[in-house]
T-cell receptor, first 118, second 113 residues
């Protein structure tokens, strides 16, 4: 079964703190893709990053960084020097399936609500 | 470039009424997805299309739900008859290829009284 677990339901930090959002996934496939999306209070879902299962390089984009570890089936997201505008719900998602009708599907985690206080 | 467009943004209707949600994907995208988001169930994939053909509708909750994609630039999700438990935010998303990121529309907030 394909599953994404975001164990942290809510996180609250003060501005300028670093914060890591955890994501653990389950899949039997050897080829899969992982994603992070941000849902700010306005409600839209904003794509942040995509990572395929063959690329375990960590990625940094400004204050955002992602740590992908296949050994622990984790794809964690760190925000450095958090800002109030980072307050949002963050979703981790898994796309699996090399064929069949599953190949386009995304399975989302339940999301982590991040609140950054000034 | 315009993103995914959804209409209406908000819909309030009474139980038993027919509801039609509309979506225009990003031009050139060959995959279109319909999702539903609720507090209890999170984000659920309802159905998705590839080149206007429905590929997997296993997420459609009941026969009351139907979706069509008559051409590459338009899709509808219809609920008939609507029930209060259908109240949710419905998102449409599109992508190029099955491996790439999906771009989401702003969503339609549906309230069924």
């Amino acid at each position: 079964a394909q599953k994404v677990t975001q164990a942290q339901t809510e996180i609250s930090v003060v501005e300028k703190e670093d914060v890591t959002l955890d994501c653990v996934y389950e899949t039997r496939d050897t080829t899969y893709y992982l994603f992070w999306y941000k849902q700010p209070p306005s409600g839209e879902l904003v794509f942040l990053i995509r990572r395929n299962s063959f690329d375990e390089q960590n990625e940094i984009s400004g204050r955002y960084s992602w740590n992908f570890q296949k050994s622990t089936s984790s794809f964690n997201f760190t925000i450095t020097a958090s800002q109030v505008v980072d307050s949002a719900v963050y979703f981790c998602a898994l796309r699996w399936g090399a064929g069949g009708t599953s190949y386009g599907k995304l399975t989302f985690g339940q999301g982590t609500i991040l609140t950054v206080h000034p | 470039d315009a993103g995914v467009i959804q209409s209406p943004r908000h819909e309030v209707t009474e139980m038993g009424q027919e509801v039609t949600l509309r979506c225009k994907p990003i031009s050139g995208h060959d995959y279109l997805f319909w999702y539903r988001q609720t507090m209890m169930r999170g984000l659920e994939l309802l159905i998705y299309f590839n080149n206007n053909v429905p590929i997997d509708d296993s997420g459609m909750p009941e026969d009351r739900f139907s979706a069509k994609m008559p051409n590459a630039s338009f899709s509808t999700l219809k609920i008939q008859p609507s029930e209060p438990r259908d109240s949710a935010v419905y998102f449409c998303a599109s992508s190029t290829g099955s491996y790439n990121e999906q771009f989401f529309g702003p969503g339609t907030r549906l309230t069924v009284l």
